[in-house]
């Protein structure tokens, strides 16, 4: 993990921790767990897309909700084939990541790589470096907000706390978006010799093989454009906002931090474990399990539930603030973050320093 790199694994202050995960075999990767759970929701996504075609349109938008949820759920099994969490091989977690990400949701694996895995995981909840916290026209950060325009400083203290989910439809069509003009730049921002990688050229090739089975072979077997287009846009607007839930109560509301100098107590303050039951737990593809995510990002999602008890004793022992809250709680501690995100200073995370909740501050005011 990035978290180790280049550091003696013996003296890391995480040594202790990652032993007692390995003695518990819980860093195994379960190649045949990976693939069965990817493949029972393949066959449930195709058997829900083929429902809509034979249902009438009322039904169809009633089925359309639970369709986005099983839809979102795949596309997060790419996620752990990008962080190499799913499979024990490199060709398996690639496997799984091209055929997940650009075939069936259309995003790019090398943009989520370098958004998410380098810069969101390298630095989670910093300003100026992490991506999830900087998107226009919202504020996570009070240092941003100074730094805004008046036309957006007004948005953001009056309206994105009330916007902020009607605009999360829109998530999932601009990361594609996103990743389209990744690789459609990368070309030109890489060495000579990196320009045209096979993973370049994978990614390319099947996000435009994505958009063939989902825009043109449905008009051309007899299907309207309208209906799917239509189907397609709402789809994936629902599936943003999915998602939209899933990172959001992770991390927001959580400090956000202006300098630290402690990589692992950043993974783990500036997180949350979110507390499901079995059924909650599969949707969210080991994400309710943030913070031991954040720690051991190649850990497994099927091992998180065992590895969480000892992540929260190795955070408790040294004074780390381990939070846990039902995913209700926090969506709602998450929205209401947004709304005083504007007055929300960073926070810099030392060795000595203790870290204060931001809605506690707020509480207090």
Same mark, same amino acid.
Request: charged share 15%; net charge positive.
């Given at each position: 993990?990035?978290?180790?790199?280049?550091?003696?694994?013996?003296?890391?202050?995480? =040594?202790?921790?990652?032993?007692?995960?390995?003695?518990?075999?819980?860093?195994?990767?379960?190649?045949?767990?990976?693939?069965?759970?990817?493949?029972?929701?393949?066959?449930?996504?195709? =058997?829900?897309?083929?429902?809509?075609?034979?249902?009438?349109?009322?039904? $169809?938008?009633?089925?359309?909700?639970?369709?986005?949820?099983?839809?979102?759920?795949?596309?997060?099994?790419?996620?752990?084939?990008?962080? !190499?969490?799913?499979?024990?091989?490199?060709?398996?977690?690639?496997?799984?990541?091209?055929?997940?990400?650009?075939?069936? =949701?259309?995003?790019?694996?090398?943009?989520?790589?370098?958004?998410?895995? *380098?810069?969101?995981?390298?630095?989670?909840?910093?300003?100026?470096?992490?991506?999830?916290?900087?998107?226009?026209?919202?504020?996570?950060?009070?240092?941003?907000?100074?730094?805004? $325009?008046?036309?957006?400083?007004?948005?953001?203290?009056?309206?994105?706390?009330?916007?902020?989910?009607?605009?999360?439809?829109?998530?999932?069509?601009?990361?594609?978006?996103?990743?389209?003009?990744?690789?459609?730049?990368?070309?030109?921002?890489?060495?000579?010799?990196?320009?045209?990688?096979?993973?370049?050229?994978?990614?390319?090739?099947?996000?435009?093989? /994505?958009? !063939?089975?989902?825009?043109?072979?449905?008009?051309?077997?007899?299907?309207? %454009?309208?209906?799917?287009?239509?189907?397609? *846009?709402?789809? %994936?607007?629902?599936?943003?906002?999915?998602?939209?839930?899933?990172?959001?109560?992770?991390?927001?509301?959580?400090?956000?931090?202006?300098?630290?100098?402690?990589?692992?107590?950043?993974?783990?303050?500036?997180?949350?474990?979110?507390?499901?039951?079995?059924?909650? !737990?599969?949707?969210?593809? $080991?994400?309710?399990?943030?913070?031991?995510? /954040?720690?051991?990002?190649?850990?497994?999602?099927?091992?998180?539930?065992?590895?969480?008890?000892?992540?929260?004793?190795?955070?408790?022992?040294?004074?780390?603030?381990?939070?846990?809250?039902?995913?209700?709680?926090?969506?709602?501690?998450?929205?209401?973050?947004?709304?005083?995100?504007?007055?929300?200073?960073?926070?810099?995370?030392?060795?000595?320093?203790?870290?204060?909740?931001?809605?506690? *501050?707020?509480?207090?005011?």
């Amino acid at each position: 993990e990035h978290i180790f790199r280049g550091q003696n694994m013996a003296g890391h202050p995480l =040594a202790s921790l990652r032993k007692q995960l390995k003695e518990a075999n819980l860093l195994d990767r379960p190649t045949m767990k990976s693939w069965t759970k990817v493949i029972i929701l393949f066959i449930v996504v195709f =058997a829900l897309y083929s429902a809509h075609i034979y249902l009438p349109l009322k039904f $169809g938008l009633i089925l359309i909700p639970i369709t986005a949820l099983f839809s979102t759920t795949l596309a997060m099994t790419g996620h752990e084939g990008v962080h !190499s969490s799913a499979c024990r091989s490199k060709a398996g977690n690639l496997s799984m990541a091209a055929i997940v990400f650009p075939l069936f =949701a259309g995003l790019s694996m090398e943009y989520w790589r370098d958004k998410h895995n *380098v810069k969101h995981h390298g630095n989670p909840n910093v300003v100026h470096v992490d991506p999830d916290i900087h998107s226009w026209p919202f504020t996570f950060s009070q240092e941003e907000y100074n730094t805004s $325009g008046p036309i957006r400083r007004f948005f953001q203290r009056h309206l994105q706390g009330w916007t902020f989910w009607p605009i999360s439809l829109l998530v999932g069509h601009l990361m594609r978006f996103d990743g389209l003009k990744y690789i459609a730049t990368k070309p030109f921002k890489s060495k000579k010799n990196k320009r045209f990688t096979k993973i370049w050229m994978l990614d390319t090739i099947l996000i435009l093989v /994505h958009f !063939s089975l989902w825009l043109v072979v449905p008009i051309l077997l007899g299907l309207s %454009w309208q209906v799917t287009v239509g189907f397609y *846009v709402l789809l %994936w607007g629902l599936v943003g906002t999915c998602l939209t839930a899933i990172f959001i109560v992770g991390h927001a509301g959580r400090p956000i931090i202006t300098e630290y100098d402690q990589n692992w107590r950043l993974q783990i303050e500036t997180a949350r474990r979110i507390k499901f039951g079995p059924i909650g !737990s599969f949707f969210f593809v $080991g994400l309710d399990y943030q913070i031991e995510h /954040h720690l051991l990002p190649t850990l497994s999602h099927f091992n998180l539930p065992k590895a969480a008890p000892l992540v929260k004793e190795y955070a408790e022992e040294r004074g780390w603030h381990y939070q846990e809250l039902g995913f209700f709680r926090a969506l709602w501690e998450a929205t209401v973050s947004l709304h005083y995100a504007w007055k929300t200073p960073s926070l810099v995370l030392s060795e000595n320093g203790e870290l204060i909740d931001p809605l506690e *501050v707020e509480a207090q005011n």
